[in-house]
């Protein structure tokens, strides 16, 4: 059963243009969300996360916001750069829990 | 700070035959997981440790996977024998516990295995 799901497999915006990646989760239990981001042939590198008490948690040019009520979170990439091209994961935990995540989304970012 | 570092980073063998991964956390992290990770989907836990111990092992195919993290750090995956359907790659993350009491995992290079 699949907790953690990302809907969208592929995602493309032209540089400059703001990104959203989106994340949909079941368990109300979770009380802490991850955004990684993943290289070909390179480990999830952590971006930013977000805890349950809050609904926005901003770092530089990436924004996570959290709906509690709709279970659904997303990450928003202003302004999006070539660099950012990558494939992004969602994952979401509870305190001393195993961390679930999604299927990944993979951005393009069009120079 | 030295990230978390997997060794080796590919390895090919032969089915049947045993693989051993070999993964050293981040220092000071006393949370250690090994995943599973398949093209085009997210990991997927096989292990989880705190400290020497392992507290979740309940997703680790025991009868040809084995884990060990011996003194708490370092930590060893084997598979033996080793199917086709065990080619992935495997990520080792550690964690580490911030004020608020939530974990925020970091993770290791990978290592690809392909099984022919």
């Known amino acids: 059963d699949q907790q953690v799901k990302q809907n969208s497999p592929s995602l493309s915006v032209q540089e400059g243009r703001i990104s959203i990646l989106n994340c949909d989760y079941t368990?109300?239990?979770?009380?802490?969300f991850l955004w990684y981001k993943k290289y070909p042939a390179e480990g999830p590198t952590f971006l930013i996360s977000?805890?349950?008490?809050?609904d926005k948690n901003e770092d530089g040019r990436f924004t996570v916001f959290l709906n509690k009520s709709a279970k659904h979170l997303s990450l928003h990439i202003v302004p999006s750069q070539p660099g950012d091209s990558a494939v992004y994961f969602c994952?979401?935990?509870?305190?001393?829990?195993?961390?679930?995540f999604g299927t990944g989304t993979s951005l393009t970012v069009i120079p | 700070e030295a990230g978390v570092v997997q060794s080796p980073r590919y390895k090919i063998i032969e089915k049947k035959q045993p693989v051993a991964f070999w993964c050293n956390p981040i220092?000071?992290?006393?949370?250690l997981y090994w995943y599973l990770q398949n093209l085009g989907q997210g990991p997927e836990l096989l292990i989880r440790?705190?400290?020497?111990?392992?507290?979740?092992d309940s997703q680790l195919p025991k009868d040809r996977f084995s884990a060990e993290r011996l003194k708490g750090v370092d930590s060893t995956l084997k598979i033996q024998p080793a199917e086709l359907g065990d080619s992935a790659v495997y990520l080792c993350?550690?964690?580490?516990?911030?004020?608020?009491?939530?974990?925020?995992?970091?993770f290791g290079p990978g290592t690809r295995l392909l099984v022919l």
């Open positions: 977000i805890s349950s008490i809050k």
């Open positions: 994952a979401a935990t509870y305190t001393g829990n195993q961390f679930y």
């Open positions: 440790y705190e400290n020497e111990e392992a507290v979740d």
């Open positions: 220092s000071g992290h006393n949370t």
């Open positions: 993350a550690s964690s580490l516990r911030g004020r608020t009491g939530q974990e925020t995992q970091y």
């Open positions: 368990n109300s239990m979770f009380d802490y």
